[in-house]
């Protein structure tokens, strides 16, 4: 499943993958990479974060929510470059983190496969 949120330089993709009771997540935006990645199981989290990145700020929250919610392990990879933004750009970036974070969150609840009945 793919979502996306915001516009023009500063939009996000997400796409979601349930492999078994398990959701891998790839969050990207602007010149695309791997950043980051968080690790979440029932809402503890372990992330590693490239030197120089950032990225730990879209992973982190996102694979803590998912697996504190859901109960399950949450592996979020995060890739998101964009020259020169100013702060309010940054700004605008992790706000539409929230609304993905939403979207993701509605979409995987309302998923019925992944709440069968050998969880």
Not at 26 to 50: E, L
Request: proline letters at 1%; hydrophobic letters at 40%; glycine letters at 8%.
């Amino acid at each position: 499943m793919k979502i996306a949120i915001g516009q023009d330089k500063l939009a996000l993709s997400y796409e979601i993958s349930v492999i078994g009771h398990d959701i891998l997540i790839s969050v990207t935006g602007g010149r695309q990479h791997i950043g980051s990645v968080a690790v979440g199981n029932c809402g503890t989290v372990t992330t590693y974060t490239a030197e120089g990145h950032r990225d730990d700020a879209l992973a982190e929250p996102l694979a803590q929510e998912v697996s504190r919610v859901l109960q399950c392990v949450c592996l979020v990879s995060a890739g998101f470059h964009q020259d020169n933004l100013t702060k309010e750009e940054i700004a605008m970036v992790l706000k539409n983190h929230q609304q993905g974070m939403q979207a993701v969150m509605k979409y995987l609840k309302e998923t019925e496969c992944f709440f069968d009945s050998e969880k």
